[in-house]
Nanobody, 116 residues
Framework: VQLQASGGGLVQAGESLRLSCAAS????????MGWFRQAPGKEREFVAS????????HYADSVKGRFSISRDIALNTIDLHMTSLMPEDTAVYYC??????????WGKGTLVTVSS
């Protein structure tokens, strides 16, 4: 499985941004696809996940109501639509895939910077 995240950039607080994770390889419908982030000086944390089938979404409490994860079937991507961005959302965002209990495949991150 190959994963490539894109869509990061510099935005102001309150604005929106959409990240996209292009996925290729053998991915099963039940595979969990997740978005994680790592802020400067902090550990990587879970943001959101969805099954490759497009079902079963989960969100970290810190992003519930502001972020939405979805699958674009036509483009074969997992997208993270981020709204009402806050400076504390500043981080490198990574997409990952899990066939079992752990995320085994990771893509390179994309940087999101939110200015106040």
């Amino acid at each position: 499985v190959q994963l490539q995240a894109s869509g990061g950039g510099l935005v102001q607080a309150g604005e929106s941004l959409r990240l996209s994770c292009a996925a290729s390889g053998h991915i099963l419908s039940g595979t969990f696809m997740g978005w994680f982030r790592q802020a400067p000086g902090k550990e990587r944390e879970f943001v959101a996940s969805i099954r490759w089938s497009g079902r079963n979404t989960h969100y970290a409490d810190s992003v519930k109501g502001r972020f939405s994860i979805s699958r674009d079937i036509a483009l074969n991507t997992i997208d993270l639509h981020m709204t009402s961005l806050m400076p504390e959302d500043t981080a490198v965002y990574y997409c990952a895939a899990a066939y079992s209990a752990t995320y085994d495949y990771w893509g390179k991150g994309t940087l999101v910077t939110v200015s106040s």
